[in-house]
């Protein structure tokens, strides 16, 4: 089996920043793309960033400029790096892994991690 397990989520201060971690661990051979979602209540999950086993990155239009996204592939872990947070970024932040496994039998899908909470403050 695979798990994601995630950390560094928290209370902040509009302004102010976070960094969210995510390693996963289990049978793996490889991790295509790693992300972060989010869920604020009331709303749908919503991707925030992804980044390729190449680093290529991408994310959504609230966030550029302001989060950044990075991975290390010696560890399988990802990291999302959170500046100038505003109140609308409070919610649930999940890391999501595309990964490859051969146990208990050769195939690729998602796995996700537990979740985090992140709540920014006025």
């Known amino acids: 089996q695979v798990q994601l397990v995630e950390s560094g989520g928290g209370l902040v201060q509009a302004g102010g920043s976070l960094r969210l971690s995510c390693a996963a661990s289990?049978?793996?051979?490889?991790?295509?793309?790693m992300g972060w979602y989010r869920q604020a209540p009331g709303n749908e999950r919503e991707l925030v960033a992804v980044i390729t086993s190449g680093a290529g990155a991408s994310y959504v239009d609230s966030v550029k400029g302001r989060f950044t996204i990075s991975r290390d592939s010696s560890k399988n872990a990802v990291y999302l790096q959170m500046n100038s947070l505003k109140p609308e970024d409070t919610a649930v932040y999940y890391c999501?892994?595309?990964?490859?496994?051969?146990?208990?039998?050769?195939?690729?899908?998602?796995?996700w991690g537990q979740g985090t909470q992140v709540t920014v403050s006025s």
């Open positions: 289990g049978n793996i051979v490889n991790i295509r793309t």
């Open positions: 999501n892994a595309h990964v490859t496994t051969v146990i208990p039998y050769p195939r690729s899908e998602d796995y």
